[in-house]
């Protein structure tokens, strides 16, 4: 990143709140925005009301009084509804988790203690693309139901990062996966979104899914791209100035007819294999139009 990033330290009004995300019921966003500045990430349209002018991946809110909030609206829905079981809480929607500065703020892990310590009964899942999750290895021990899951989107490092900017690479996050496979953790990948020139056809998606299994992941979510009007044209931006052929192959995939090529090729090559297939089908955001 050629800018410093710009932190900001700020509190919390409400930390647990309803997800409008497949397969998750709530959701805690330790902080907002994300310093990794995926050029595909949704988050950067949904995050960035709070900071109109500024570009995504330059600034951080780090919610510092997180966990005292998150006790407290723990405490409030257990009265309310009676249970410490909620449904599935997932980490995060708007951020990563254990986006860098996570090592020195400690506000994830502040929130899985809290979590911990109120005992909740329902599905924790975190979702990340940083090995730091690791650290954090003693207290999921200690969570009733947790699985942590890995952004992966390629398995080559340098293509990784062309679009995940300034996320950890993909081997770290391989070795992170073994790791937590090892402490006895559950574990799935997230192969999200699925990119037009990495995941070109049986062959590659077959690899994938190879390296996967043999660092212990038995469930794997997939999702296609999702090109709204606004992440295209950050997308696109980029596209023209680092290598503008893509932008071909990420109009073809945001046809109706790639996506059905796509979901037969992957029912084929997951049919033989012991992966869980996350939610039994492909994530998709909204219909697409037919080609004329
Ligand atoms: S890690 Fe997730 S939230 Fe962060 S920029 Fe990438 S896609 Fe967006």
Same mark, same amino acid.
Request: aromatic share 8%; net charge positive.
């Given at each position: ?7 900001n330290?700020?509190?919390a009004v ?9 397969g998750?019921?709530?959701?805690i966003?330790p902080?907002?925005g994300?310093?990794?500045g ?7 349209q949904?995050?960035?009301w ?5 570009k995504?991946g330059?600034?951080l809110d780090v ?6 909030v998150l ?13 410490r079981d ?15 500065l996570?090592?020195?703020?400690k506000?994830?892990?502040q929130? /899985? $203690?809290? =979590?911990?310590?109120? &005992? ?9 693309k940083? #090995?730091? +999750?690791i ?5 999921l ?8 899951g890995?952004?992966?989107?390629a ?5 990784s ?12 996050r391989?070795?992170a /996966? $073994?790791? =937590?496979?090892k402490? &006895? ?5 997230f192969?999200?979104?699925?990119? #037009?020139? +990495?995941?070109?056809?049986k ?11 043999s ?28 290598n503008?052929k893509?932008?071909e192959?990420f ?6 007819e ?18 869980r297939?996350?939610?039994?089908q492909?994530?998709h955001?909204?219909?697409?139009k037919r080609?004329?």
């Amino acid at each position: 990143m050629s800018q410093s990033p710009k932190i900001n330290l700020v509190n919390a009004v409400a930390i647990l709140t309803k997800s409008g995300l497949p397969g998750a019921d709530w959701v805690i966003n330790p902080y907002n925005g994300c310093l990794f500045g995926c050029m595909y990430c949704y988050a950067a349209q949904i995050a960035r009301w709070k900071h109109p002018d500024e570009k995504w991946g330059t600034y951080l809110d780090v919610k510092i009084n997180a966990s005292e909030v998150l006790k407290k609206d723990l405490e409030r829905l257990a009265k309310k509804e009676g249970t410490r079981d909620f449904g599935e809480i997932f980490f995060s929607s708007v951020t990563d988790p254990y986006v860098g500065l996570e090592a020195k703020y400690k506000i994830t892990r502040q929130c /899985l $203690e809290t =979590l911990r310590d109120f &005992g909740y009964e329902g599905n924790i899942s975190i979702q990340t693309k940083s #090995p730091l +999750v690791i650290r954090d290895i003693d207290i999921l021990k200690q969570l009733k139901k947790v699985i942590v899951g890995f952004t992966i989107t390629a398995l080559d490092d340098e293509v990784s990062q062309f679009l995940e900017v300034n996320a950890p690479t993909i081997s770290s996050r391989l070795i992170a /996966l $073994e790791k =937590l496979h090892k402490a &006895g953790i559950n574990t799935y990948v997230f192969v999200g979104p699925l990119l #037009p020139h +990495v995941i070109k056809n049986k062959d590659s998606l077959a690899k994938l899914l190879d390296k996967l299994e043999s660092v212990g992941v038995k469930e794997v979510w997939f999702e296609h791209i999702n090109l709204s009007t606004k992440i295209k044209n950050r997308l696109y931006e980029y596209l023209e100035k680092k290598n503008s052929k893509l932008i071909e192959k990420f109009e073809i995939a945001n046809t109706q007819e790639y996506r059905d090529e796509l979901d037969k090729i992957i029912t084929e090559v997951m049919k033989d294999r012991k992966l869980r297939l996350g939610l039994g089908q492909v994530i998709h955001h909204k219909k697409l139009k037919r080609r004329q």
